[in-house]
């Protein structure tokens, strides 16, 4: 397996809260989250979260031949053992992730997908995993909030709605779910199985890379991932901050991999 990675913070005085990570036979990628003033919620943030996180779940895919959501649930009751003395995990805005996962092995392709990452499949068959939940209950707040202009009363009243609502539907049924200190909200992931042999080629996007297709429209998956296979990540990434520019959209961390001869 050949791995080809790009990344880019949102912001030069940002700390990037994206993280990739890829060992033998498997790749991860988590998308950390959380909201303004967070330290004091947790005083580790969100950057923190996603390398102890990321960190956990490298060591179970390394070693351990269990169910993914069996993996990531043991991962994410591990990193909230390590800070529940300290901070408020309880607060529904404590740092969280969304996660993705491809394993090899034993002649299949495994996968899970958990929030609004989304993991690419190419071969006999392409097959996009994504999670639409979170975006599909946030879209009626944000076009509430996108109307109203900036600073005004109804901006104000449609922000604190928006927040209110996330914080509210945050790993809870008839939601949305994220890995944060809950290890049962890895059962909620989307999980399959591919014969190893039907998959040449994969790509892991966090949702800032993804506006690729799902927000701007640029491409489709198939040419995406052909641009991926011909002129690698980074064009993603600069095409995606071109885009933002031009539709005056506020730059998201960004991050994608792309991993090759995967069958092989």
């Known amino acids: 397996m050949r791995v080809a990675m790009a990344t880019s913070v949102s912001a030069p ?19 950390g989250a959380g909201t303004r003033g967070i330290e004091a919620i947790c005083r ?18 390394a070693f351990e ?7 990531l649930g043991d991962a994410i009751e591990a990193v909230a053992a390590t800070h529940r003395h300290t901070c408020d995990l309880a607060d529904p805005s404590s740092p969280s992730a969304t996660v993705a996962i491809l394993r090899l092995g034993g002649g299949r392709a ?6 609004d990452s989304v993991l690419l499949l190419n071969g006999s068959r392409a097959l996009v995993v994504d ?4 975006v599909a209950f946030r879209q009626p707040y944000q076009v509430v909030y996108d109307a109203a202009a900036e600073g005004s009363a109804e901006w104000v009243e449609a922000r ?3 927040i209110e609502a996330l914080r509210a539907n945050r790993n809870q049924p008839g939601g949305f779910w994220l890995a944060k200190d809950d290890p049962r ?20 996007l966090t949702n800032g890379a993804s506006r690729y297709v799902d927000r701007f429209g640029l491409a489709d998956w198939a040419q995406t ?10 064009e993603i990434i600069h095409r995606v901050r071109a885009a933002e520019q031009a539709a005056g959209v506020v730059p998201d961390d960004a991050t994608v991999a792309h991993l090759a001869s995967i069958a092989k």
């Open 225 to 234: 991932l052909l641009t991926l296979k011909t002129l690698g990540p980074e």
């Open 65 to 71: 031949r269990g169910p993914l959501t069996q993996l």
């Open 131 to 134: 999670d639409r939940r979170e």
């Open 160 to 162: 604190r709605v928006y």
């Open 44 to 61: 580790h943030g969100v950057a923190w979260y996603t390398t102890r996180l990321g960190g956990e779940l490298v060591a179970r895919l």
């Open 110 to 115: 495994d996968y899970l997908v958990l929030g």
């Open 185 to 204: 909200a890895a059962a909620e992931a989307i999980t399959g199985t591919l014969p190893i042999g039907e998959v040449t080629d994969a790509a892991l």
């Open 13 to 31: 005085d940002a700390v990037n809260e994206d993280l990739f990570l890829a060992g033998p036979g498997f790749a991860v990628l988590l998308d």
